[in-house]
């Protein structure tokens, strides 16, 4: 019985596999029954927090989400980049807005109430929902790497096992504390 079934421990021999495919399943998620590690498109046993990426069409090491804004993977190499860029960014829109608030004031003063005026208004505007939006996203993603989670598991927590503890409420093993995560 041993060694006739469809995956072959590594050494067991037998049944035509070669040794580098018995090799390839032989992981002890697998033989466990835990079959979601197994990525079938790119044809490897992901590591417990990886998950494949249908964008780039790659397996992502600690995946965290697919940004369409940098067009990459945010994931294990790249969260604290990430995370640099998006203040970095919020930098740039406050210093925008504080230049164009300084055009306005002088407009405001000078008094021209012209086209120039309506078009500073308007990038006022867009440029405030922007860096809301950007001081929201930064925010929580300084929180999640504090807390050594992704935005994947926090979104689908309920889906993977290690995240939860044994009531089947939120777990996270990964948290070291603020110091170690960061």
Request: aromatic share 10%.
């Amino acid at each position: 019985a041993a060694g006739k079934g469809p995956l072959l421990r590594s050494g067991s021999g037998g049944s035509g596999r070669s040794g580098s495919q018995a090799s390839l399943l032989d992981c002890p998620a697998l033989w466990c029954g835990n079959w979601q590690q197994l990525c079938v498109t790119c044809k490897i046993v992901r590591p417990l927090r990886a998950k494949h990426c249908s964008v780039t069409d790659r397996c992502v090491e600690v995946f965290d989400h697919y940004c369409p804004w940098v067009g990459n993977t945010i994931g294990k190499g790249n969260r604290h980049s990430f995370l640099l860029f998006l203040w970095l960014e919020l930098y740039a829109l406050a210093a925008s807005c504080g230049v164009a608030v300084g055009q306005l004031r002088g407009a405001v003063l000078a008094g021209a109430w012209g086209e120039r005026l309506v078009w500073v208004l308007a990038f006022l505007v867009v440029s405030g929902f922007v860096s809301i939006s950007v001081a929201v996203l930064a925010i929580a993603q300084a929180s999640q790497v504090a807390r050594n989670v992704t935005t994947n598991e926090l979104a689908n927590w309920h889906r993977y096992k290690y995240l939860q503890d044994g009531a089947g409420g939120f777990a996270n093993p990964f948290n070291r504390g603020v110091r170690a995560n960061c």
